[in-house]
Structures are given as C-alpha cells and as structure tokens.
C-alpha cells in the first residue's frame, strides 16, 4: 500500500539529495575528500542558491505531475518538453542543466515528430542515468496499482526507452524497481537485507551473458571499498553508487552525503540514493533543516498530493 508520507519520502528524499549534489557535479572524489559535503550549501558549479534542483527533480516532477492524470506517454513527453524548451519543472523557470541523450530523444519527439516509444537512443554509448534519475514516480505509480512483476518490468522498459532506450538503460530502472519494491512492502527488514533480496531477484531476471555489467553489482558491491566506486553519469556506475551508498550508512542524512562525496555526477547519484534512503528511513527522517531549504517545496508537495490522490 503507498502511503502519502510514502509518496513524500520517495520524491522529496530524491529532491534533497538532488539539491544537495548540485553544487559538487564534476568534482573529483579527491576534490571530495578535501573538501567534503557536509551539509546543503549553495553556489558551487552552476552557481545557483541553496536547494536548487536539477533536471533530475525536473523530470521527476514532470512525471509525477502527468501520472497524476494516468498513463499516457504523449502527455509525459509533452511535460519532459514543457520543461526543456519552456523551464516548466524547474526552481526559477530556466534549465541549467541536462543530459545530451535525453535532449537528442526530446527533439525526436518535438521537432521531428516521432512517436514516443521511438523517440529514445539505443546506442551502447546511450546508456547515461537520465531514466534512472526520474524513475520513482513510475516505480510507486505500478506499486500503487499491483501489477505482476512482468507488467512491472515492462512499464519500466517503456519509462526507460522514452530517453534511454538501451537494454542496459532499462534493465538499470528494473533493478532499482526490485529493490525499491522490497523496501515498501517489507519495511521490517532491515536495509542490507532489503538490498540483497531485491538484487536477488533481479538477478532471475538479468543474471545472463547480455548483462556482464551488473557483476560487481550481483557478486561483490557491498565487500568493495570506497575507492573501488566509479561516481560518472553511467547509468551502472550511478546503481552502484546509490545501493553502495545505502547499504554502508545507517541514515538518509549519511546515505546522501556519501554518494556525493565520491564525487563525479553528485546530483544524480545523490537523487538516486536520495529516493531508496528517504524510503527506507522515511520522510519524517529527511532533515528539517535540508527539507525547509528547498526551492518551491509547497508546489513540489501539491505535486506529491495530486499524485497520492490519483492512485
């Protein structure tokens, strides 16, 4: 059952962590451990004030919003361009920042027309985290619903290919889907125990010749040390950090910190890593200090409420 502090826990846990990665993006994780991230500070890369989110929240909102009115991937592709061509989804009504896949699949749809499902790359070099970052909204949309695994992974193949059309893109979405999945329905458990049940089984799934890049996911993440964690804007590396990040902290706040703290696509993999602890820790959890630092919170809680209403 989704909750409403569910639905806040998921979206705002991203959302924090997404502003709080956006002043590190494109430091080195040496950078990091000379000047770490301790807190929600301001500036920094794309010079923009305290809790200003990225294209990730951007997204992510842009899908909660036309989730919140069914499944229709013309409307969703319609928002995501609301969004880059007018600065709808966004803190200030401008765009500083977005993945060259996603915008290539964008001007598929916008400028050449293409239909939805054609409109995302499929190239291996095409496999950045631009659909794991926005992925939340869909993975407690279909929770909501209770579909089978196989209708599961089959909206999140489309949510995926939508940009990242990639088997890996897509398998990348599905593995956070299990997990995530686990966390909601069985809070009990512990975190590591949750992260391991969920790869397990999405390893029924992937666990074959065609997915060699979820080894180290599958068979030693967790034994590996922090310098072992790659933190670029591959969408495998962007998994790992998130599930690494969580299962070696025992907080949201610690949780987020440490995926930005490897440095690399900080945002990001702090929104991916944002979104499971906020889940698993609960929104009550997310600091009141960070939360209260967000730009436009009430709209992004109207959206959140609009959305659990939906469902």
Not at 29 to 55: C, K, L, N, V
Not at 111 to 134: A, I, V, W, Y
């Amino acid at each position: 059952m989704i909750t409403k502090d569910i639905v806040y826990a998921g979206i705002l846990g991203g959302v924090v962590g997404d502003a709080l990665g956006v002043p590190y993006e494109f430091k080195t994780r040496m950078d990091m451990i000379e000047h770490p991230a301790s807190t929600m500070r301001g500036y920094g890369t794309y010079r923009q004030p305290p809790g200003t989110w990225s294209d990730d929240s951007s997204m992510t909102l842009a899908t909660l919003d036309s989730l919140a009115k069914g499944l229709n991937y013309d409307d969703l592709m319609e928002k995501f361009c609301e969004w880059i061509i007018q600065g709808e989804y966004t803190p200030y009504g401008n765009v500083f920042d977005y993945g060259n896949t996603t915008c290539t699949a964008l001007r598929n749809y916008w400028d050449k027309k293409f239909t939805p499902l054609k409109c995302g790359l499929q190239g291996e070099h095409d496999n950045g985290n631009g659909s794991l970052m926005r992925i939340m909204p869909a993975i407690l949309y279909v929770n909501a619903k209770g579909l089978s695994v196989d209708e599961q992974v089959e909206i999140m193949d489309t949510f995926s290919s939508l940009t990242h059309a990639h088997s890996i893109s897509k398998a990348s979405c599905n593995i956070y889907n299990f997990i995530v999945q686990e966390v909601i329905n069985h809070p009990s458990k512990t975190f590591k125990t949750l992260i391991n049940e969920g790869i397990d089984k999405s390893r029924e799934y992937y666990d074959n010749s065609n997915y060699n890049c979820f080894n180290t996911l599958y068979n030693s993440l967790f034994s590996l040390s922090d310098d072992y964690i790659f933190s670029g804007g591959y969408v495998v590396s962007s998994l790992e950090v998130a599930l690494y990040s969580c299962y070696h902290t025992s907080n949201y706040s610690d949780a987020v910190l440490k995926s930005i703290n490897t440095g690399g696509d900080t945002d990001t993999n702090a929104m991916i890593t944002g979104a499971l602890a906020g889940l698993y820790y609960g929104y009550d959890n997310i600091p009141c200090d960070w939360l209260l630092k967000i730009a436009r919170l009430d709209y992004i809680k109207e959206l959140c409420d609009n959305f659990y209403r939906s469902i």
